[in-house]
């Protein structure tokens, strides 16, 4: 009986001593909190403000958004688009939303628009910035932009943009087509080498008895012999 008094004794003292640590603990907090008061209330204004801005600034970029997709759309729809005055309008559609998904939608269009009327070196000169940076609409962009520099007659720039798209290309047949285009650069300058550490490449990440595998066999196998024999 003895034996089990001095344990609850014990137990008690212990939660008492808990206790008065807590307490303890709070009144120090509670006066370091008043020698600091001034500290903390900046810190929390900081914080405040911090906080009002990030809401804003999320707010502003969502209206941005919101607002160039809402041109966008009217601008593509509009039929005079293709025109010279069109042409004209989607570049100052570009500058006023630069930074926007829409805005790199805007340099496609404006890209095609110059390719359509022969103009090929104004099309590189929309599309290189896109070709530059990694975004949703990179790789389209780089490829419309190795497009545009074989219309142009530059094939080795051609290459590189190829080849630079499959660099960007997020799902596989794109990187297959960007490959493919610029091994065909390669063919139609003559290095048939070129394109057949291309189509080699290719050939060893496709699927082995399909159809895309027997095309770059054949691919292949021509781009050999015609190396051979120069």
Request: proline letters at 2%; aromatic letters at 4%; hydrophobic letters at 45%.
């Amino acid at each position: 009986m003895a034996s089990s008094t001095a344990a609850r004794s014990r137990q008690l003292q212990n939660s008492l001593n808990s206790d008065d640590a807590a307490a303890l603990r709070a009144a120090e907090l509670a006066a370091w909190a008043r020698r600091n008061a001034k500290v903390i209330l900046t810190v929390a204004g900081i914080v405040a403000v911090l906080a009002i801005g990030y809401v804003y600034y999320r707010m502003d970029r969502a209206r941005r958004h919101e607002a160039a997709a809402t041109q966008f759309l009217a601008l593509s729809q509009n039929p005079t688009v293709a025109t010279a005055a069109g042409a004209g309008q989607v570049e100052q559609f570009i500058k006023r939303h630069d930074g926007t998904t829409e805005a790199d939608q805007a340099r496609l269009l404006l890209a095609e628009i110059r390719m359509n009327a022969g103009q090929p070196g104004e099309a590189v000169k929309v599309l290189q910035p896109m070709s530059q940076k990694s975004g949703a609409l990179s790789a389209q962009g780089a490829m419309m932009l190795g497009s545009a520099q074989a219309q142009a007659g530059n094939r080795a720039a051609a290459i590189t943009a190829y080849n630079r798209a499959a660099e960007l290309a997020a799902l596989p047949y794109q990187r297959v087509e960007a490959l493919g285009q610029a091994a065909l650069m390669h063919e139609q300058s003559g290095d048939f080498k070129g394109a057949a550490a291309i189509y080699t490449r290719l050939l060893a990440d496709a699927e082995e008895g399909s159809p895309q595998a027997t095309v770059l066999q054949m691919r292949l196998a021509e781009v050999q012999a015609r190396a051979g024999g120069r």
